[in-house]
C-alpha cells in the first residue's frame, strides 16, 4: 500500500503550496456565481491547477446542474476553457462526438464531462453505461453533492440514509447507489475516487487520468452547504471526516481488474461528520449500523486490493 496522503494540517485547511500565475491555471474565474463553500467550485479549481501542472488543457461538457449555471449570464461566462452544455441524460452523448472529432483531427487537449450526481447517477446513468461499454476516449468527473442541488434539493440514488432533502422530509429511506461498482464492472481504463480534502492524491489522481486513454471515471465527493445544512467555513473539514471515518474510501481502480487503496481510514468516529448537517437528524441514523456498514465495505475493498493489486 502506498504511503498515506493524509495531511496533518489544521481540518479544512488546503496545504500551502507555490501559487501559479492565474491566466495559467483558471479554468474557473474569480467572481463566478456560485455558493460560499461549495464543494464543486474548489474541485474545478483544483482540477485547473492539475491541468496546469499536467502541461494540458480541456474542453468541458456539463449537463444541467449547478455547474451549468456557474458560468454565468451570457455573453460572458466564469470559465476560463471552451464549454458545451449539453441535456441533462446526455452529457456523455456529446463529448463522445466532441472527442471522436478531437481524434480524427489529431488535436490535443482532454474532453471531461462536468456533471452531478443527478445526471450521473440517475438521469444520464444510460448514456454514461453506453459510452463506457465503448471505450469512449473521454475523462468523466462526477461532483457528487448527494442531491438536485440546482432544482431546490431533491433526493436522488447517491442521497445517503437518513438524509432530509425536499422530496424526503423525514429522510430518504433507501440506500446510496454504488456508482463505483458500475462503472469499474464496465472494465473500463480508469476509475478512482477523489476528495477536495485531499489534494496531493486529487492532483496525482487527475494526472493519472490525463495519462490514459479510453474511458476514465472520476468521483469527486462535493459538499453543498445550502442543500447539506452546513456552514461554509466546514466544507473542506466535512469531506476529511468522511474519509477518515470510512463512509467515503480513497482508491483506484485499473481497467475493472485491479486495484490501489490509496488511504487506510483512521476509522473516526462519523458522529462528527452527521451532527455538522442539519440535514440529518439523531433519529434518522444508527451510528453502529454506520459504522459497521463502512467496515465491512472497505474489508471487501481491502480483499480486491490484495487479491487484485495494481503493480506500476
Known amino acids: 500500500m502506498p504511503a498515506s496522503t493524509h495531511s496533518d494540517a489544521v481540518p479544512g485547511r488546503l496545504e500551502e503550496r507555490p501559487q501559479i500565475p492565474c491566466s495559467e491555471e483558471c479554468l474557473l474565474r474569480p467572481g463566478n456565481t456560485n ?14 491547477r492539475a491541468l496546469a501542472e499536467a502541461g494540458d488543457t480541456c474542453s468541458l461538457v456539463i449537463p444541467a446542474c449547478c ?18 452544455a449539453s441535456t441533462f441524460a446526455a452529457a456523455p452523448a456529446f463529448a463522445s462526438g466532441m472527442a471522436s472529432v478531437r481524434d480524427l483531427n489529431g488535436e490535443s487537449g482532454q474532453v471531461i464531462c462536468w ?3 443527478g445526471g450521473t447517477y440517475d438521469i444520464g446513468i444510460a448514456t454514461l453505461s453506453a459510452a463506457a461499454e465503448r471505450n ?6 462526477c461532483y457528487d453533492n448527494e442531491i438536485y442541488g440546482n432544482t431546490g434539493g431533491q ?3 447517491a442521497t445517503p440514509p437518513g438524509a432530509r432533502t425536499s422530496t424526503t422530509p423525514t429522510g430518504k429511506r433507501e440506500g446510496k447507489k454504488d456508482i463505483m461498482s458500475i462503472m469499474v464492472a464496465h472494465r473500463i481504463a480508469y476509475a478512482a475516487t477523489l476528495s477536495i480534502g485531499h489534494p496531493e492524491d486529487f492532483a496525482r489522481k487527475v494526472k493519472t487520468a490525463l495519462s490514459l486513454q479510453g474511458l476514465r471515471f472520476l468521483l469527486l465527493h462535493s459538499p453543498c452547504p445550502t442543500g447539506w445544512k452546513s456552514e461554509p467555513a466546514d466544507s473542506l473539514m466535512l469531506v476529511r471526516l468522511a474519509v477518515a471515518s470510512g463512509l467515503f474510501p480513497l482508491y483506484e481502480v485499473w481497467n475493472g481488474r485491479t486495484y490501489r487503496i490509496n488511504l487506510e481510514p483512521e476509522w473516526s468516529d462519523p458522529a462528527d461528520y452527521f451532527k455538522r448537517q442539519r440535514r440529518f437528524s439523531e433519529e434518522a441514523i444508527d451510528l453502529e449500523v454506520t459504522r459497521q456498514a463502512c467496515r465491512e465495505d472497505f474489508e471487501r475493498l481491502r480483499v480486491l486490493a490484495e487479491q487484485f493489486p495494481h503493480n506500476e
Do not use: W
Not at 35 to 48: A, D, N, Q, R, W
Not at 136 to 141: G, R, S, T
Open 115 to 117: 456533471a452531478g450526481d
Open 136 to 141: 469512449e476516449n473521454l475523462i468523466y468527473i
Open 35 to 48: 455558493c460560499g463553500g461549495c464543494g464543486m467550485s474548489v474541485g474545478l479549481t483544483m482540477l485547473g
Open 67 to 84: 455547474g451549468i449555471v456557474t458560468a454565468g449570464g451570457f455573453p460572458t461566462t466564469s470559465y476560463g476553457v471552451p464549454v458545451v
Open 155 to 157: 433526493r436522488s440514488s
